[in-house]
T-cell receptor, first 112, second 114 residues
Framework: DSGVTQTPKHLITATGQRVTLRCSPR?????VYWYQQSLDQGLQFLIQ???????AKGNILERFSAQQFPDLHSELNLSSLELGDSALYFC???????????FGNGTRLTVT | AQSVTQPDIHITVSEGASLELRCNYS??????LFWYVQSPGQGLQLLLK??????LVQGIKGFEAEFKRSQSSFNLRKPSVHWSDAAEYFC????????????FGQGTTLQVKP
């Protein structure tokens, strides 16, 4: 158990809809990262927050947004969903920016 | 730009045989390097990391990796593979000194034959 909690585990929704994925980092970790894993793209970095502030942005679509709250949990919002957004979304956390990342078990999103 | 290449998409070894998974990286400065393992339906678990110092690093589950700067490689090894090692393995490099984001390779799927 990595200590990173992601909910829900599975999500099935239709095209055009909006969903919110939630992540609780390990106790004491200030940094939260979101990754998307798909068969064709592999593990792609989406965005990172550190202590509530956005720290780095990767290949995140404009339809996607995230935030980190004062209690350090994070949410990833995906809107106007397309079939191609179907993937496994991982959250990871670390104590500091040069510390190893610890991953949650992911949220599997299926867009139909 | 930083990148990681894992040349082998799929590897099959017999149980008890030795294993080496290849990883090559591209990074301008001294890299921070990692190996993660992903079992089906699970998240990624950290096997080992290299930040500096001894170029041979030991990890969990009997794995080790060797950093070779001249070859830009960080290969993962295990002397004797167990059936439970069947999983997908990812090599990663620290993407930036200002953030902690990792750049991952495409992964190598390990199958273990009885």
């Amino acid at each position: 158990d990595s200590g990173v909690t992601q909910t829900p585990k599975h999500l099935i929704t239709a095209t055009g809809q909006r969903v919110t994925l939630r992540c609780s980092p390990r106790s004491g970790d200030l940094s939260v990262y979101w990754y998307q894993q798909s068969l064709d793209q592999g593990l792609q970095f989406l965005i990172q927050y550190y202590n509530g502030e956005e720290r780095a942005k990767g290949n995140i679509l404009e339809r996607f947004s995230a935030q980190q709250f004062p209690d350090l949990h994070s949410e990833l919002n995906l809107s106007s969903l397309e079939l191609g957004d179907s993937a496994l979304y991982f959250c990871a956390s670390s104590v500091e920016v040069d510390s190893p990342l610890h991953f949650g078990n992911g949220t599997r999103l299926t867009v139909t | 730009a930083q990148s990681v290449t894992q040349p082998d998409i799929h590897i099959t070894v017999s149980e008890g045989a030795s294993l080496e998974l290849r990883c090559n990286y591209s990074y301008g400065a001294t890299p921070y390097l990692f190996w993660y393992v992903q079992s089906p339906g699970q998240g990624l678990q950290l096997l080992l990391k290299y930040f500096s110092g001894d170029t041979l690093v030991q990890g969990i589950k009997g794995f080790e990796a060797e950093f070779k700067r001249s070859q830009s490689s960080f290969n993962l090894r295990k002397p004797s593979v167990h059936w439970s090692d069947a999983a997908e393995y990812f090599c990663a490099v620290h993407g930036s000194s200002n953030t902690g984001k990792l750049i991952f390779g495409q992964g190598t799927t390990l199958q273990v034959k009885p």
